[in-house]
Nanobody, 115 residues
Framework: VQLVESGGGLVQPGGSLRLSCAAS????????MGWYRQAPGKQRELVAT???????NVADSGKGRFTISRDNAKKMVYLQMNSLKPEDTAVYYC??????????WGQGTQVTVST
């Protein structure tokens, strides 16, 4: 199983980024997919999830700014982040979950929001 994130980088406050996660080795369409983040010195936290039924959940910190989506044909999940703030700075991780025994993580992509 591989989850490969891309799209991170340095952006100014108020800017936008679109993160992508390419999945392989799983039956993608049945998995719930998610984005999590971990800032220095903090625990990993939920950013957004999308189920196989396309039900989405966005953490309060990202509501109104972040949108999660998926393309089952391409085995991709995306996180559109708008109006970025310095407190959004973190390593962002892609997650694929289908129960406790089928829980996978990517290596992460750094997002830095700074002037």
């Amino acid at each position: 199983v591989q989850l490969v994130e891309s799209g991170g980088g340095l952006v100014q406050p108020g800017g936008s980024l679109r993160l992508s996660c390419a999945a392989s080795g799983i039956i993608f369409s049945i998995y719930s997919m998610g984005w999590y983040r971990q800032a220095p010195g903090k625990q990993r936290e939920l950013v957004a999830t999308i189920t196989s039924a396309l039900i989405t959940n966005v953490a309060d910190s990202g509501k109104g700014r972040f949108t999660i989506s998926r393309d089952n044909a391409k085995k991709m999940v995306y996180l559109q982040m708008n109006s970025l703030k310095p407190e959004d700075t973190a390593v962002y991780y892609c997650n694929a979950n289908f129960g406790k025994r089928n829980d996978y993580w990517g290596q992460g992509t750094q997002v830095t929001v700074s002037t």
